[in-house]
């Protein structure tokens, strides 16, 4: 069973410019979660996604959004990105079935270098 | 808020030493608590977990018991390896509204030499 997988696995980009990131999960798994990690703030959650709806939202400004496809695939978008956007994008999912504490499966993760 | 509070890395022990990693937690209600491990380069894999007070998570040696009247899940492992040279991160969910966010500590880095 192929993992999670998450698309670009690095990317370069320049202040002002928009950046969308790609995660493909387990087959079968319903549910889409997004975390930022960082050195100094560590892992922070972003949003999470359950059958194309948005379950919950992490306190991160309106340029981070995401959306999750019928297919259960996500994306998560970040639009005039700031130096600070610098950092590893993990997306995870799991089964979905809700208040069930499941595993999550995380992807190896985007590598956001914004210059 | 949720948060989680563990032990300043970094860690370095030799093969065979004994591990401990503190984790301490607040949260409102009775959250579940994870132990994450991130290998160099790679994403986040499940360790072990807990769903409720006294429970005992294990995994490849590791260890941790779900202590409520301390609010604590702290990590440990009887001899370590070199192979278990990694991030290791604790972890609480929060019960309730069907959502599965995770609330991370900031991670304890450990080396173990040979």
């Known amino acids: 069973k192929a993992g999670v997988t998450q698309t670009p696995r690095y990317l370069i980009k320049t202040r002002g410019q928009q950046v969308t990131l790609s995660c493909s999960p387990i087959?079968?798994?319903?549910?889409v979660s997004w975390y930022q990690q960082t050195p100094g703030q560590g892992l922070q959650f972003l949003f999470e996604?359950?059958?194309?709806?948005?379950?919950n939202k992490g306190n991160f400004p309106g340029r981070f959004s995401g959306r999750q496809f019928s297919n259960s695939r996500s994306e998560m978008n970040v639009s005039t990105l700031e130096l600070g956007d610098s950092a590893l994008y993990l997306c995870?999912?799991?089964?979905?079935?809700?208040?069930?504490?499941?595993?999550?499966?995380f992807g190896s993760g985007t590598q956001l270098s914004v210059l | 808020g949720d948060s989680v509070t563990q032990m300043e890395g970094p860690v370095t022990l030799s093969e065979e030493a004994f591990l401990t990693i503190n984790c301490t937690y607040t949260?409102?209600?009775?959250?579940?608590l994870f132990w994450y491990v991130q290998y160099p380069g790679e994403g986040l894999q499940l360790l072990l977990k807990?769903?409720?007070?006294?429970d005992k998570g294990s995994n490849k040696g590791f260890e941790a018991t779900y202590r409520k009247e301390t609010t604590s899940f702290h990590l440990e492992k009887g001899s370590v390896q070199v192979s278990d040279s990694a991030v290791y991160f604790c972890?609480?969910?929060?019960?309730?509204?069907?959502?599965?966010?995770?609330?991370f500590g900031k991670g304890t880095k450990l080396t173990v030499n040979p």
């Open positions: 972890a609480l969910s929060g019960r309730g509204g069907g959502s599965e966010k995770l609330v």
């Open positions: 995870a999912s799991s089964l979905g079935n809700p208040g069930a504490n499941e595993k999550l499966f």
């Open positions: 949260a409102t209600g009775y959250p579940s």
């Open positions: 996604y359950f059958s194309e709806t948005q379950r």
């Open positions: 807990a769903t409720k007070a006294d």
């Open positions: 087959s079968g798994h319903r549910s």
